[in-house]
T-cell receptor
C-alpha cells in the first residue's frame, strides 16, 4: 500500500530534550515536506526537500532541522523543543512538487511541557 | 492579510443537503487549486484538483474556480454523515518548487 509513515503518533516531552520525528514514504517520491497544523492557522510548511541532499526552509523553520540522506526518509529534528512547538505535525510527499497532490502521513501530536 | 482565506465554520447541515465550501485568495499567481478532506486524527487526503477556471465534477463533488474573482468553491451534493470532516482548500504558485498554501480549513458536520 502506498503510504507515508510517521512515528511516533503521540509524543510528550520536556523543554530542551532533543527529539526526532521519523517520516518514510514507499512511493519513490522525490518531493517531501513537513507541515505543522495549529487551530485557526491551518497547515504551515516547516521544511521541504526536492530530492536527496536538497532541503530548504518553508514558512516556519525556526527551531527545526531536517535531513534527506535517502529518498524515502525525511526526519524532522527538534534540537531544543519549546512549548510553542506543541502542535500537530504532518509529513507529506509528492511525485510532481504538489501538482498531482500530496500524500500525507497520519500525523504526530507533539506536546512540549 | 492571509494569502488564502477560508471560513473555519463549523458548518452543520442535515443529511442530503447541498454543501458549499469557499475560499478566497489574494495572489493572482496561483495556478493550481485543490481541495483536501481531513478526518479527525488523520492526515489530509486529496479530493480534487484543477488548474483552470470553471467547474470540475467527480461524483457528488464539484470544484469551481473563478480566477477573475479569486474565488474557489467545493460543492457536495446529497451530503452524507461520512462527509463530516474538515475541508481544506490549497493552492500552488510556481516559485521554483511550486509553493503550496493551505486555507485554515472548514469543519463540516452532516447530521442524520
Amino acid at each position: 500500500e502506498a503510504q507515508v509513515t510517521q512515528n511516533p503518533r503521540y509524543l510528550i516531552t520536556v523543554t530542551g530534550k532533543k527529539l526526532t520525528v521519523t517520516c518514510s514514504q514507499n512511493m519513490n517520491h522525490e518531493y517531501m515536506s513537513w507541515y505543522r497544523q495549529d487551530p485557526g492557522l491551518g497547515l504551515r510548511q516547516i521544511y521541504y526537500s526536492m530530492n536527496v541532499e536538497v532541503t530548504d526552509k518553508g514558512d516556519v523553520p525556526e527551531g527545526y532541522k531536517v535531513s534527506r540522506k535517502e529518498k524515502r526518509n525525511f526526519p524532522l529534528i527538534l534540537e531544543s523543543p519549546s512549548p510553542n512547538q506543541t502542535s500537530l505535525y504532518f509529513c507529506a510527499s509528492s511525485l510532481d512538487r504538489g501538482i498531482d497532490g500530496y500524500t500525507f502521513g497520519s500525523g504526530t501530536r507533539l506536546t512540549v511541557v | 492579510q492571509k494569502e488564502v482565506e477560508q471560513d473555519p465554520g463549523p458548518l452543520s447541515v442535515p443529511e442530503g443537503a447541498i454543501v458549499s465550501l469557499n475560499c478566497t485568495y489574494s495572489n493572482s499567481a496561483f495556478q493550481y487549486f485543490m481541495w483536501y478532506r481531513q478526518y479527525s486524527r488523520k492526515g489530509p487526503e486529496l479530493l480534487m484538483y484543477t488548474y483552470s477556471s470553471g467547474n470540475k465534477e467527480d461524483g457528488r463533488f464539484t470544484a469551481q474556480v473563478d480566477k477573475s474573482s479569486k474565488y474557489i468553491s467545493l460543492f457536495i451534493r446529497d451530503s452524507q454523515p461520512s462527509d463530516s470532516a474538515t475541508y481544506l482548500c490549497a493552492m500552488i504558485y510556481r516559485s521554483g518548487y511550486n509553493k503550496l498554501i493551505f486555507g485554515a480549513g472548514t469543519r463540516l458536520a452532516v447530521h442524520p
